[in-house]
């Protein structure tokens, strides 16, 4: 699965999210959707290292240390969600995804695109 499939997997939780929220089932949804996006994280963040290793990508430590500030986030909203209204986790969810994918993940595809990865 690539890396774009993978992202699309995160902002198809927030997606899934927002439908319960319209239909007032938002709070329930978000034991679920913690769950997947902490599993689904797990596997991207790999993929991503890896990448970032093998090609010797210079930002590859503090792009890292921007994942492990991201799991470390996950987890605290995991401990707090049921004291968190289900539109704060969205919006933060959508925040963090959208600055981490525009950002880190943009320079990361311009390295790799340069390398012929594609």
């Not at 938002?26 to 290292?49: D, I, Q, R």
Request: overall charge neutral.
């Amino acid at each position: 699965m690539s890396i774009n499939d993978q992202h699309g997997i995160f902002f198809d939780c927030l997606r899934r999210l927002e439908e319960a929220m319209a239909a007032g089932r938002g709070a329930s949804m978000v034991p679920l959707l913690v769950y997947e996006l902490s599993k689904s994280l797990e596997m991207h963040f790999g993929s991503e290292e890896r990448l970032m290793q093998s090609y010797s990508y210079p930002l590859r430590d503090l792009h890292a240390l921007e994942h492990r500030k991201a799991q470390r986030h996950l987890k605290g909203l995991a401990r707090h969600h049921y004291q968190t209204a289900a539109i704060s986790i969205r919006d933060d969810l959508r925040d963090w995804l959208e600055a981490h994918v525009n950002d880190w993940d943009s320079k990361l595809g311009v390295y790799l695109n340069a390398k012929g990865v594609g």
